[in-house]
């Protein structure tokens, strides 16, 4: 029985073998993931970002439509975590590199995340440290 499903902003329509998107807003697609109470990965699922021009909780509107629990993204404003939190929504940060990668930290406890920073423009770069 699925208990979670996760949303990573995607590179591409590859899945587990995309890469997270540096800018949650701008990705084309997100990759869905299903798990079951045991976190086992029951299924995985690309959709495409169903507008080209979004306004502020436009997204996270949309994808509790798509049953969303839990967002992993490389970086995010306060607003937007506000919008996905208000919804319910779970947000981790400074996630980044292969999707499949991501999906096996985060359940097994042992997620790898990066500093993130928002510049003046409200767009974010990640640094490792």
């Not at 996270?60 to 975590?81: D, R, S, Y």
């Not at 981790?92 to 990668?101: A, L, Q, W």
């Amino acid at each position: 029985m699925r208990i979670m499903r996760l949303a990573i902003p995607s590179e591409d329509d590859r899945g587990l073998n995309s890469s997270v998107n540096e800018h949650f807003g701008r990705a084309k697609f997100y990759t869905l993931i299903d798990v079951s109470d045991t976190g086992k990965i029951l299924n995985v699922e690309v959709v495409p970002v169903p507008f080209s021009d979004h306004g502020p909780g436009d997204i996270p509107h949309w994808l509790k439509e798509q049953g969303v629990n839990v967002v992993l993204a490389l970086g995010m404003g306060g607003k937007a975590v506000d919008f996905f939190s208000s919804l319910g929504i779970e947000v981790i940060r400074g996630v980044t590199g292969k999707i499949r990668e991501v999906v096996e930290g985060y359940l097994s406890g042992n997620l790898v995340t990066v500093e993130w920073h928002s510049d003046k423009h409200g767009e974010g770069h990640g640094k490792h440290h």
